[in-house]
């Protein structure tokens, strides 16, 4: 397939520019390449070093990330920023990112993949950032227990980085919002939801929590945010015949 064709095809499905008014990230092919062909694609939470490294070394022509190099404003080429786009070029590696758009497609999304693995149905969006909601709330079909859903969210069995169980045992609605969002528990307290899960924690959503009988998860930022590239992954390989492999470089947070 060629470059050109590939970038159409992500484009088709995420619609990278949609939200371009409240996304700070440069979604869309961030940086090309000289080659036409590609054959193979990498797919990785965040345009790291190593991550560009073993994508270079898998023979991938191109990188598929969620978080990208660059936010919103001009940054020097210097320093790591110069090792990483060096490395591309060297290896003649094209990078695509795809931010909010991915954490709220209704079907390869970061927070639709999590939605699934909780067992959320009559689900509709939820946690409005700039006004667009990003995530999902919904109820469970018969309600579940909050061991229950740590381990339909992290089923590898880790540990999730912050739980305040503070809600009912037995849990009937949830909402999730993956990554950074601590302070949308605030829209499920509103709306008395039994659970919320985000990928990061913040001390100032604790007493608020504990006091409305909330139930929070802060299962990782990456952890969260690991689904959606992934299901990309499966998608193109299966529409396209292009070999994809994924980089999984857990950071812990």
Not at 150 to 158: A, C, Q
């Amino acid at each position: 397939m060629k470059t050109q064709d590939l970038d159409t095809w992500f484009r088709s499905l995420l619609d990278p520019d949609a939200l371009s008014g409240i996304d700070d990230s440069l979604n869309g092919m961030q940086v090309a390449r000289a080659g036409a062909e590609v054959r193979r694609v990498a797919f990785a939470v965040d345009a790291s070093l190593e991550a560009i490294r073993r994508a270079a070394q898998g023979g991938a022509q191109l990188l598929f990330v969620h978080h990208g190099l660059f936010w919103g404003k001009a940054v020097r080429i210097e320093g790591f920023m110069r090792d990483r786009v060096k490395l591309l070029l060297d290896s003649d590696l094209a990078l695509w990112a795809c931010h909010l758009p991915l954490d709220r497609h209704p079907e390869v999304g970061n927070n639709a993949v999590l939605a699934n693995m909780l067992g959320l149905v009559d689900r509709e969006p939820f946690g409005a950032y700039h006004g667009v909601k990003l995530g999902f709330s919904g109820r469970f079909a018969q309600p579940i227990d909050l061991q229950t859903a740590l381990s339909r969210i992290n089923p590898d069995g880790s540990p999730a980085t912050c739980v305040i169980p503070a809600g009912p045992e037995a849990i009937r609605t949830a909402a999730v919002v993956s990554g950074g969002a601590a302070f949308e528990v605030n829209e499920a307290i509103a709306r008395g939801i039994d659970l919320y899960i985000t990928g990061e924690a913040s001390h100032s959503i604790y007493a608020a929590v504990v006091e409305s009988r909330t139930s929070f998860v802060a299962a990782g930022h990456y952890r969260t945010e690991v689904h959606g590239v992934k299901v990309v992954a499966k998608k193109l390989e299966r529409e396209t015949g292009l070999e994809t492999f994924f980089v999984d470089l857990p950071t812990g947070l």
